[in-house]
T-cell receptor, first 113, second 112 residues
């Protein structure tokens, strides 16, 4: 089954403790992206990757890092999480950017205390 | 920068009626526009894509229109059912073609 898998689905942690949210897709997609979704603000892009070893900032990249060492994986790293990064995070992938629908994971709900 | 407005946060309709959701954008005209459905606690799911040279697109009970003069897309669900209750998001490409910009969504509730 074609899917985007995120882990963990839920995480409660404390300020400053490094964490990684993993994302994996099995569709051989070149394009992957991370979004955060906040009430009243909608989905906002954090980082994206057009292909292996190619990543770039989205609209809200501060406080986040990503890597794309393999085509299928695109982890999101919070080196020193802060409470304002409490949010619902989604990973997405597509076979390209133009005219291509994005496939989303089921989300990771992060709470930073 | 591009801005998207979905004209209502919530829409309540009776089962069997047609739901019409609106998506307006400012600035440049996108090459295409997409609609997604999001259920609580789940990721958005792609529904339909319409290109700038297409006036209308249909898929089963869904219909999308795209008016580049009005800078507006309309999303219709005919013969609505309670199972259609969800949040619907419109999205369009940024000018660089590197990302989708999403509207904040309209939450549709269909009562029986």
């Amino acid at each position: 089954e074609a899917q985007v898998t995120q882990n963990p689905r839920y995480l409660i942690t404390v300020t400053g403790k490094k964490l990684t949210v993993t994302c994996s897709q099995n569709m051989n997609h070149e394009y992957m992206s991370w979004y955060r979704q906040d009430p009243g603000l909608g989905l906002r892009q954090i980082y994206y990757s057009m292909n292996v070893e190619v990543t770039d900032k989205g609209d809200v990249p501060e406080g986040y890092k990503v890597s794309r060492k393999e085509k299928r994986n695109f982890p999101l790293i919070l080196e020193s999480p802060s409470p304002n990064q409490t949010s619902l995070y989604f990973c997405a992938s597509s076979s390209g950017t133009e005219n291509q629908p994005q496939h989303f994971g089921d989300g990771t709900r992060l709470s930073i205390l | 920068s591009q801005k998207i407005e979905q004209n209502s946060e919530a829409l309540n309709i009776q089962e069997g009626k047609t739901a019409t959701l609106t998506c307006n954008y400012t600035n440049y005209s996108p090459a295409y526009l997409q609609w997604y459905r999001q259920d609580p606690g789940r990721g958005p799911v792609f529904l339909l894509l319409i290109r700038e040279n297409e006036k209308e697109k249909r898929k089963e009970r869904l219909k999308v229109t795209f008016d580049t003069t009005l800078k507006q897309s309309l999303f219709h669900i005919t013969a609505s059912q309670p199972a259609d209750s969800a949040t619907y998001l419109c999205a369009l490409d940024n000018q660089a073609g590197t990302a989708l910009i999403f509207g904040k969504g309209t939450t549709l509730s269909v009562s029986s």
